[in-house]
């Protein structure tokens, strides 16, 4: 079998662009094309000012752009030109329809699919890297099957991202592991080492993990839903410390040290956010609620409910901290995207913590080092936010330029986000951290207006 020498990767988003830019960065004879029908986005990557902030991405992309490493709206000439087809589309969950609320949306896979049958000629791998549902390449080979010629075979794999935002790069330099799924028949097999070879590159044969396609399926979604499991675990046991007395830091400490169990993912929080957990969950829930295991979507379902709870909750302390109203009072938002080292606010608790205080009346000023002032914007003019009330964001949300006049005049300081700019420490007002009233110990004096604040250690 001929090795990979042309890649095309289709949707040039958060998972597409850094994976296939480290592709590029580490396989200098192979040429790789990112395509996206944005053409803004595609600008973007071929521009200085790239349309994500991921730390390293920068350099990564300027060190192979333009010689093997491509940024196009010309889908179609990829296709054709490419050995090798990524999938990386986005698979929101479904607001209308059957599984609304839960399954995932896959119109665009199926729309990928389809335009590639219609293109494609001889022998090419395709590969979903999109998050997908279980058994979602059996579809995707149903319609190549169906709309196949005579001179083209097209062979399906999965081989799911595993990254972390914030540390994408590393993450995709030094894997944990890499995932690859594909058919147990001749060409399956040949298909899966075609692209085991692109990865042995740079990460060792020990790490890359080969399974069938429903395996690599399934164990992407069961990871998120594990990670996800352990945030609103520590997060429920953070409102019994509450109540208690005890230090939600210690008892994670107390818990990590286990090494049945281990420390990461223990860390309490406003919630959990971005593009993959919460949608990955609902995704098994109704896997399971279409396999008839109630009881095992309950469970899933609870982790989702949890995270809601977690949000509503620290909201609720923010109020109870501020004389039980929080009207006209101006309110430092410090972070708007889900995690810090990363400009993406896709289900940031930031969002609905900012609804829950709008719906209180609050006049909220936010800062976030890398999201631009449109995307906050947009984020709280959606329906779901500010319901029938549109005009609310252009009364009580101001987007700041500077840290410092985010916090101006300001009657309660908030840090959703873990940005390192926002230590505690440099800070002279009242704080509340992930639903904890914090004084600072420093020279600066409080807020005069805030009540007298229980210190608590963090």
């Known amino acids: 079998m001929q090795p990979v020498r042309s890649i095309c990767c289709i949707g040039a988003g958060y998972v597409g662009g ?3 830019s480290v592709i590029a960065y580490t396989c200098p004879e192979i040429s790789v094309t990112v395509v996206d029908v944005n053409g803004d986005r595609i600008r973007a990557w071929n521009s200085a000012q790239l349309p994500i902030f991921e730390p390293g991405l920068q350099e990564v992309v300027e ?15 990829a296709i054709k030109k490419a050995d090798l087809i990524f999938i990386s589309v986005n698979t929101p969950t479904k607001t209308y329809g059957l599984g609304k609320g839960q399954a995932p949306d896959l119109k665009y896979i199926e729309a990928c699919a389809r335009r590639i049958a219609s293109l494609a000629t001889g022998y090419k791998i395709v590969v979903e890297k999109s998050t997908v549902p279980v058994r979602a390449a059996e579809s995707i080979k149903r319609i190549f099957d169906s709309n196949t010629k005579n001179d083209l075979h097209l062979e399906v794999l999965s081989n799911p991202e595993f990254l972390a935002e914030g540390t994408a790069i590393d993450d995709l330099k030094s894997p944990d592991r890499v995932l690859i799924g594909g058919e147990e028949t001749a060409k ?16 060792p044969r020990t790490k890359i993990i080969t399974t069938n396609t429903w395996s690599s399926e399934l164990s992407k979604l069961a990871a998120n839903a594990f990670l996800a499991q352990r945030i609103s675990s520590i997060n429920s046991i953070a409102a019994v410390c509450e109540a208690t007395g005890a230090d939600v830091g210690e008892v994670a400490h107390a818990i990590g040290t286990d090494s ?30 279409s396999l008839n295991l109630p009881e095992v979507a309950r469970y ?15 909201a609720t302390r923010i109020i109870g901290c ?27 608790s930031s969002i ?32 779901c936010i500010v319901g029938e009330e549109p005009d609310r964001v252009t009364k009580l949300v101001t987007v700041e330029k500077d840290v410092y006049e985010a916090c101006e005049g300001a009657h309660a300081i908030v840090i959703c986000t873990e940005w390192d700019v926002f230590k505690v420490e440099t800070i002279g007002k009242r704080v509340v951290k992930n639903g904890i009233p914090y004084t600072p110990t420093s020279s600066c004096k409080a807020d005069p207006l805030a009540p007298p604040a229980k210190k608590v250690k963090l």
């Open 18 to 20: 850094p994976s296939c």
């Open 300 to 314: 899933w379902q609870q982790v989702v409910e949890i995270n809601d709870y977690q949000r509503r909750r620290f």
């Open 63 to 77: 060190s192979c752009r333009g010689r093997n490493l491509f940024f196009s709206t010309d889908i179609d000439g």
């Open 188 to 203: 399956g097999k040949q298909a899966v080492e075609a692209l085991v070879r692109i990865y042995e590159r740079w990460v």
């Open 260 to 289: 049945r169990i281990g420390s990461r993912f223990l860390k309490a929080s406003v919630g959990f956010g971005g593009s993959c957990f919460q949608k990955d969950v609902l995704n098994l829930v109704y896997l399971c609620e």
């Open 352 to 383: 609905y913590i900012c609804k829950y205080l709008m719906e209180e009346g609050a006049q909220l000023h936010i800062f976030d080092p890398k999201v631009q002032k449109e995307q906050i914007i947009n984020d709280l003019s959606q329906s």
């Open 322 to 348: 501020l004389f039980n109203t929080v009207t006209d009072k101006r309110i430092a938002m410090l972070g708007f995207a889900f995690k810090k080292d990363t400009g993406d606010t896709r289900e940031s």
